[in-house]
């Protein structure tokens, strides 16, 4: 008699379907937080880095407003990682 084992999969998100506050707008434009600049590259790219270490599938939530880049669709594409759009007015909690 054999037994069997359900793997789950472990699913990592990316929460910034909000944008940036008032302060961080004025400096660098409005723009969701996992899209600000981070030593070079956006901050989105170390975040999956790290969630890919313990994630098999990654999302990422964007305002349902906010236009990618054909370079950041590329990117995200590249590091399997599916967008989700959100409303930018409900708050995490919701």
Do not use: A, N, R, W
């Given at each position: 008699?054999?037994?069997?084992?359900?793997?789950?999969?472990?699913?990592?998100?990316?929460?910034?379907?909000?944008?940036?506050?008032?302060?961080?707008?004025?400096?660098?434009?409005?723009?969701?937080?996992?899209?600000?600049?981070?030593?070079?590259?956006r901050l989105y790219v170390s975040q999956i880095d790290y969630l890919s270490k313990f994630c098999a599938r990654i999302f990422l939530t964007i305002p349902s407003d906010f236009q990618l880049t054909p370079f950041d669709e590329e990117q995200l594409a590249g590091m399997k990682v599916r967008t989700i759009r959100s409303n930018p007015d409900i708050s995490i909690n919701d």
């Open positions: 008699m054999g037994c069997s084992i359900v793997q789950m999969e472990t699913l990592g998100v990316i929460l910034s379907g909000k944008y940036s506050d008032f302060e961080i707008t004025q400096q660098y434009g409005l723009l969701p937080p996992s899209f600000l600049p981070l030593s070079g590259q």
